[in-house]
């Protein structure tokens, strides 16, 4: 270990980092001269992570707001390691300028995610949720739901996410179609997907899940136009990025009775108001965010987040550059 490294400074700001394997917060205070922990309970805003980033060395960094005002503060700062694959909270620009390294941890939390997505698709269709509730309550309902075998899945984006839920639909017997405009085709007949259009896929999909990132092209993809060309009764989910919705256009879409509902776990605003007018239809499930929230994903997140922060710090190339 060189005095180099001994002598740096890293603030990791994830409240899970470390929390179901603690050698990840063990070998990072062994490896540097010191390490700074977020405590607030969540991620932190630009003014708060301002304050934070003076004499920092390097940032295992969360869902923190990180932009140029941050950054600006940042007087030591070699290196941004986002512990997870979303990078449109950093401000890319402002790291250049400042020649701070920005890397993530792609492929990660692709399993967990997928296995939630699926999970969102069955409560849907079988109304889990209400049955569970009616259950309890001491109702014996008789429950109608609808089958996810032969159906038409519809996946926006065919990325590490999108091809972990294709695969793990396999198993389901449905038609699985996708859209991505730099789709890998030998992995998409190995996993007999159908690559189509973006409107194809919209128009024949019974259920269809995002799984594309925020750029300028696919903010609020999903709006009024996009919702008319949808299947009538069919089901959206999202486990990507709330950017990508317009919530007032879903609501309304849902509450006419258009679409059959929707599964969201995530929001254009984090934490969502609780008056947030989706909460209010019976047809959409709500959860926090908890896509990557597993042992396995968070595990993966941490380590290869704490290797590539490390590796800038000793001078050598991290191995998931983002910037």
Same mark, same amino acid.
């Given at each position: ?18 929390? +179901? ?42 869902? &923190? ?40 941890? =792609? ?7 997928? *296995? ?10 079988? +109304? ?51 859209? &991505? =405009?730099?789709?890998?085709? /030998? ?11 973006? /409107? *194809? ?18 903010? +609020? ?25 317009? *919530? ?24 969502? &108001?609780?008056? +947030? ?47």
């Amino acid at each position: 270990m060189s005095e180099q490294i001994q002598a740096c400074k890293v603030l990791v700001t994830p409240t899970s980092y470390g929390t +179901n394997d603690p050698a990840l917060r063990t070998q990072l205070e062994n490896e540097v001269g010191e390490v700074v922990y977020n405590t607030s309970g969540k991620p932190l805003s630009s003014s708060q992570l301002a304050s934070m980033l003076i004499g920092m060395d390097g940032f295992i960094a969360g869902l &923190d707001d990180i932009d140029r005002a941050a950054l600006n503060a940042a007087d030591k700062l070699k290196v941004i390691a986002r512990y997870g694959v979303g990078i449109d909270a950093v401000d890319l620009d402002a790291a250049r300028d400042k020649n701070i390294i920005v890397t993530n941890t =792609p492929g990660a939390n692709s399993g967990s995610v997928a *296995e939630l997505t699926i999970g969102l698709m069955i409560s849907l269709l079988r +109304n889990i949720p209400s049955a569970v509730k009616a259950t309890k309550s001491g109702e014996w309902k008789r429950m109608r739901g609808v089958s996810l075998e032969d159906k038409v899945i519809g996946l926006i984006g065919f990325g590490a996410i999108g091809r972990q839920v294709a695969q793990k639909l396999n198993g389901f017997n449905c038609r699985i179609v996708a859209f &991505d =405009p730099v789709a890998d085709t /030998e992995i998409a007949a190995e996993l007999k997907v159908e690559l189509l259009s973006l /409107e *194809e896929v919209a128009t024949i999909a019974d259920l269809l899940s995002l799984h594309c990132p925020v750029t300028n092209d696919t903010r +609020n993809l999903v709006n009024s136009s996009f919702l008319e060309k949808m299947k009538p009764g069919s089901f959206l989910i999202n486990t990507a990025r709330g950017e990508l919705i317009n *919530e007032t256009a879903l609501y309304d879409v849902i509450q006419s009775g258009r679409l059959g509902g929707a599964a969201l776990d995530v929001f254009s605003k984090q934490p969502p &108001d609780a008056k +947030n007018p989706l909460f209010s239809l019976q047809q959409v499930l709500a959860t926090p965010h908890m896509g990557s929230h597993t042992d396995g994903a968070t595990n993966a997140m941490g380590w290869i987040a704490l290797n590539d922060c490390l590796a800038v710090l000793r001078g050598e190339e991290p191995l998931y550059r983002v910037v």
